[in-house]
C-alpha cells in the first residue's frame, strides 16, 4: 500500500460516486424514511469561498450520517443566480451578466464537487433558467390571484449624479455607493406582496419551529407586533380628526402636542388654514431627500414645523395643543400620527426641549432631567391619579372608547414586500399594462415571459429597468381584448427567486407544475436546513410566507417550510480579523485542497471550533488534521489487523466512541465528534496487539461521514464490499459503556470550591456546561466575567475571573 495521497484517490472516488450514481436521491425506497437535508445554495459569484465550504462541509456529515443511519436522504444543491452582483461584475468585466453567470456556474460546479459531499446534482436548479423562472413567475400570479399582489407609489434610491437608481446595499449612509453624491428619494410605482397579510401567522407559527431562539427572536422583532390604542384627537374649530397610535395610553395627559408625518394627508386637506403653509410645504419636499433611516436615526437631530393657526384638542382634558409636521414619524407606521410625552418619551423630550414646549410628568419615577420611560404611579391624570400605569393604560382606552373616540388596535412593523427592480438581471414580472383594461396578469400558458439578452442592460436615468427600451420585449397584446399592450419591465427582488427554491428540489425536471403534488408529499417540509445567520430575517421571512401562501391556495400541504434550522459560524482569518481581499488574509479553499486534500479541509473546518461559533484558520491546524489522515491510512498499510471479528480488548472505548460520535454530529458537534475520534485513534494504536478487522472497520465507519474519500479507499483496499457509504452506520451496545464515575474537581482561581461526580470520560463543553449549573460557582461568580477556563480531562476545571 502506497503513502497517504488525497489528490489521486479524491479525484478518483468523485468520478466513481457520479457514475455509479450512489447519491441520487429516490423519491421513494421501500422501508426507509425519506429525509430531506437543505444548504442554503450559493450565490453565482464565481467563487466559492471558505464559508460555503463551512456550510457545505458541515451539512454533508449530517447528511451522511442520516443516510448511514438508513434514511432515504436528498442533499440537493442549485445556483441562486440573478441579481445586482452579477450586473456589477458584467460592467467591470465588459461582459452580460448572462455569460458571466454561465462560466461561474461552471466553475463553481466543479469546486462544490471537490468537497466530495452527497450531492444529487440531477436536483439542480438555477434560478436564472426560464424552466425556472417560468414558475418564479407562475408563483407570483398564484398571488395575484389570492389578492397578495397590488402596486403602489414607492421611493426608490435615486443617484443624480451616475443618474441611476439604485439598490439598498447601494446607498451607503445616505450617498451613493460609487460616487458619494447625495442619493434622493424618488417616487415610482411599483409591485409589492402583501406579507403583511401574514403578519399574525407568521408570528403564530414560529413557536412550533425547531430553529435557534436567537432567529426566532430576530424575526419576531422583524414583524414586531404592538398593542395599543388609537385615538383620535379634533382639530379645534372643525371637523376634522387626527388619529394617532399609542402604545403608552396611560400618559394622555402629559400629551402636549401632536406630530404628523410629512406625507400625512392631512398637510394636503384644503379644509386647514395652515398659516405658514409654505414654510411647510419647504420643510416637507426637504424630507423628501432623506431615507428613512436617517429619519428615524437616533443621532440626528429631530427637526420639525408647527402648522401654525392649528390646534388639536386633547379628548381627556379638552385642553388644545400645538400640531406638529416632523419627520422622525413615520407615515406606514401606525396612523402616521404620535401624541406627543415629552416627559415619558426621550424623542419627544429632544423635541420638545428643542422647540421650548411645554412638558407635564404624569407618572412617578425616573430622574430630574430626561424622559422617564418606564411604569409608574399616575400623576396629574384627573380621575386617573394615583392608578398603576400598567391598569390605566387599559382603563383610559376603554374610557375614551366609550366616547368613541379610542379603540384597541394592534399594529406591525412588518411591512408589504416590494418585489420590483428597476433593473435588467432578474425574473421579468408577468404583468401587462392595457390602455383599456389596466394592469392584466399574463396568462398561465404564455409563460415564461423570457428576459430577453438586451446588449444596453446597464441602469438607466428614468427610474426604468433597461428593458423598457427594447420594443421587442414592451410590445405586446392585451391578455383581455388583444389589443396593443405593453409589458410590465420591472424584475423581480431575487429573494423571490429563492423565496421557493427548496421546493423545485422536489421535482426540478417537472414542465408542468412548480413540483408535482406527490413528490412535494415525499419530501417537504424540509427536514434540517443548515445556513449563514444573515439570512435570519429576510429569505427565511420570505421563504415561510411563499410557502403560507401556496398552502392556502391549495399547492400544498404545509404550512412551515423548514422544520429544524441550524446555522453555521464565520470562519475569520488567520489573523483572527474577517477574511477580507484588502487585508490579504483571505483562505482559498481551493489552493487548501490542492495542499492537503478535500478530506482534510473538511475535517478540519468541522474541528476547528464549534460549529455555530466557527472561528479562525490556524495553518497548524490543518496540518494536524493532514498528519491525523495519515496516521489512519498507517494503521491499515503498516500495522494492517488481525482476521479476528470481534471488538478485542478496546470493545468499551469503541462503544463509548460510537455512542459519542451519533450524538456529537446529530447536534453539530463535530469537534467533539472528532476529539473522540482521535482519542480513539490514539488508544487502538497505543495497544500493543494488532487491531481487529472489526475494530478498524468501526473506526472508518466513524470517520466516514467527515473524511468520504479516504475512508472509501481504505474501505476498498482492505477488500470489503460496496461502496462504505452504503454500509449501516455502527450501534453501540449500552451495557458495556457503562461509565465509571469521577470526582471532578471545581476551582475558581487555582483554589478548590466544589467538587461534582461525573463520567470518567466527560468532555470539556460538558463539564463547562456542568460547572456553570453548580450554586457554589453562580455563587461566587456573580456577575463577574470569566476569562478563562482550564480543563485537565478526569481530574479538573478551574475558571479564571
Ligand atoms: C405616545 C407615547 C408616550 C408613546 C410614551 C411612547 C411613549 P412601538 O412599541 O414600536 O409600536 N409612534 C406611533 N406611530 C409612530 C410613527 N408612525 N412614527 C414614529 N413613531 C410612532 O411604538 C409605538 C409608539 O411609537 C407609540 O406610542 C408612539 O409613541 C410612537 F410615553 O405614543 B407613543
Redesign the pocket.
Known amino acids: 500500500m502506497k503513502d497517504y495521497n488525497p489528490q489521486k484517490i479524491e479525484k478518483k472516488w468523485q468520478r466513481s460516486w457520479k457514475t455509479s450514481g450512489i447519491y441520487q436521491a429516490q423519491d421513494r425506497v421501500d422501508g426507509k424514511d425519506n429525509f430531506y437535508h437543505l444548504v442554503m445554495f450559493p450565490y453565482s459569484s464565481g467563487d466559492l469561498h471558505i464559508g460555503h465550504w463551512y456550510n457545505f462541509a458541515g451539512g454533508d456529515v449530517y447528511a451522511r450520517l442520516k443516510r448511514m443511519q438508513g434514511k432515504n436522504v436528498m442533499l440537493p444543491i442549485g445556483f441562486d443566480s440573478f441579481g445586482l452582483p452579477a450586473e456589477n461584475a458584467a460592467i467591470k468585466h465588459n461582459t452580460h451578466p448572462k455569460t458571466w453567470t454561465e462560466q461561474n456556474i461552471k466553475r463553481m460546479r466543479k469546486q462544490i464537487e471537490s468537497i466530495g459531499g452527497i450531492y444529487d446534482w440531477q436536483r439542480e436548479v438555477i434560478t436564472c433558467h426560464p424552466g425556472y423562472y417560468k414558475w418564479t413567475q407562475w408563483i407570483f400570479l398564484q398571488l395575484y390571484k389570492a389578492g397578495l399582489v397590488y402596486r403602489d407609489r414607492v421611493p426608490c434610491n435615486f443617484c443624480p449624479s451616475c443618474k441611476t437608481v439604485l439598490a439598498n446595499e447601494q446607498v451607503v449612509e445616505g450617498g451613493c455607493e460609487r460616487c458619494q453624491a447625495q442619493v434622493t428619494q424618488k417616487e415610482v410605482e411599483q409591485w409589492l406582496f402583501k406579507i403583511t397579510d401574514y403578519a399574525e401567522t407568521l408570528l403564530k407559527d414560529l413557536e412550533e419551529l425547531d430553529w435557534p431562539e436567537t432567529t426566532k427572536t430576530m424575526q419576531k422583532n422583524w414583524i414586531?407586533r404592538?398593542e395599543?390604542w388609537q385615538i383620535n384627537f379634533k382639530v379645534a374649530g372643525n371637523n376634522i380628526e387626527i388619529p394617532?397610535?399609542?402604545?403608552?395610553a396611560d400618559?394622555l395627559f402629559?400629551?402636549t402636542y401632536l406630530v404628523v408625518?410629512p406625507e400625512h394627508s392631512l398637510l394636503a386637506d384644503p379644509r386647514l388654514k395652515i398659516q405658514n403653509s409654505s414654510f411647510v410645504r419647504k420643510y416637507i419636499e426637504a424630507s423628501k431627500n432623506k431615507t428613512e433611516r436617517e429619519r428615524?436615526s437616533e443621532i440626528t437631530e429631530k427637526t420639525g414645523v408647527e402648522l401654525r393657526g392649528i390646534k388639536a384638542v386633547n379628548p381627556v382634558n379638552s385642553r388644545e395643543i400645538p400640531v406638529f409636521v416632523a419627520d422622525?414619524?413615520?407615515?406606514?407606521?401606525?396612523?402616521?400620527?404620535?401624541?406627543?410625552?415629552p416627559?415619558?418619551?426621550n424623542?419627544?423630550w429632544d423635541f420638545a426641549k428643542k422647540y421650548n414646549l411645554s412638558i407635564i410628568k404624569v407618572l412617578s419615577g425616573g430622574k430630574k432631567d430626561g424622559?422617564y420611560?418606564g411604569e409608574g404611579v399616575l400623576l396629574n391624570s384627573g380621575r386617573f391619579t394615583g392608578m398603576r400605569s400598567e391598569t390605566a393604560r387599559e382603563r383610559m382606552g376603554q374610557w375614551l372608547q366609550q366616547r368613541g373616540v379610542s379603540q384597541k388596535k394592534v399594529?406591525y412593523?412588518l411591512r408589504d414586500w416590494l418585489i420590483s427592480r428597476q433593473r435588467y438581471w432578474g425574473v421579468p414580472i408577468p404583468m401587462v399594462f392595457c390602455e383599456k383594461h389596466g394592469w392584466q396578469p399574463v396568462e398561465e400558458n404564455d409563460l415564461p415571459v423570457l428576459l430577453p439578452k438586451i446588449k444596453d442592460f446597464r441602469p438607466t436615468s428614468q427610474c426604468r429597468s433597461p428593458l423598457a427600451n427594447s420594443k421587442e420585449f414592451t410590445e405586446t397584446v392585451c391578455p383581455q381584448c388583444k389589443g396593443p399592450a405593453r409589458r410590465e419591465t420591472d424584475t423581480m427582488d431575487t429573494f423571490v427567486c429563492s423565496s421557493w427554491y427548496f421546493l423545485r428540489y422536489a421535482d426540478s425536471g417537472n414542465n408542468e407544475r412548480f413540483a408535482s403534488a406527490s413528490k412535494l408529499k415525499d419530501w417537504l417540509p424540509v427536514d434540517m436546513y443548515i445556513g449563514g445567520a444573515e439570512h435570519s430575517v429576510l429569505h427565511l421571512l420570505y421563504s415561510r410566507f411563499i410557502t403560507k401562501a401556496l398552502e392556502k391556495a391549495g399547492y400544498i400541504d404545509f404550512s412551515e417550510p423548514f422544520s429544524s434550522l441550524r446555522h453555521q459560524g464565520i470562519i475569520f482569518g488567520p489573523d483572527g480579523q474577517k477574511m477580507s481581499k484588502s487585508k490579504g488574509n483571505v483562505v482559498d479553499p481551493d489552493k487548501q485542497v490542492k495542499k492537503h486534500g478535500a478530506d482534510a479541509v473538511r475535517m478540519y473546518l468541522c474541528f476547528m471550533g464549534p460549529y455555530n461559533q466557527g472561528g479562525h484558520w490556524n495553518p497548524n491546524g490543518i496540518v494536524g488534521v493532514y498528519r491525523f489522515l495519515n496516521r489512519v491510512w498507517q494503521l491499515f498499510s503498516v500495522q494492517g489487523f488481525t482476521e479476528n471479528n470481534d471488538t478485542g480488548k478496546q470493545e468499551k472505548i469503541i462503544h463509548q466512541t460510537i455512542k459519542k460520535i451519533t450524538e456529537d454530529i446529530e447536534s453539530l458537534r463535530f469537534n467533539t465528534a472528532i476529539s473522540a475520534l482521535m482519542i480513539l485513534v490514539n488508544e487502538l494504536s497505543s495497544c500493543k496487539e494488532k487491531f481487529t478487522k472489526n475494530e478498524l472497520r468501526i473506526l472508518l465507519l466513524l470517520l466516514a461521514p467527515f473524511a468520504p474519500h479516504i475512508t472509501e479507499e481504505l474501505w476498498f483496499q482492505s477488500g470489503w464490499q460496496g461502496s462504505i457509504h452504503c454500509q449501516k452506520w455502527p450501534k453501540y451496545d449500552s451495557k458495556l459503556i457503562k461509565e465509571e464515575k469521577i470526582q471532578l474537581i471545581i476551582q475558581i482561581n487555582g483554589k478548590v470550591r466544589d467538587r461534582i461526580e461525573v463520567d470518567s470520560g466527560i468532555c470539556r463543553e460538558e463539564a463547562e456546561e456542568l460547572t456553570f449549573k453548580q450554586k457554589k460557582v453562580k455563587n461566587r461568580l456573580s456577575g463577574k466575567t470569566v476569562k478563562k477556563v482550564v480543563f485537565v480531562p478526569g481530574k479538573l476545571i478551574n475558571l479564571v475571573i
Open positions: 414586531g404592538s395599543g394617532v397610535f399609542t402604545t403608552r400618559t402629559g400629551c408625518a428615524i422622525y414619524v413615520l407615515m406606514h407606521y401606525g396612523t402616521g400620527a404620535v401624541m406627543a410625552v416627559a415619558h418619551d424623542r419627544d424622559a420611560e399594529y412593523r
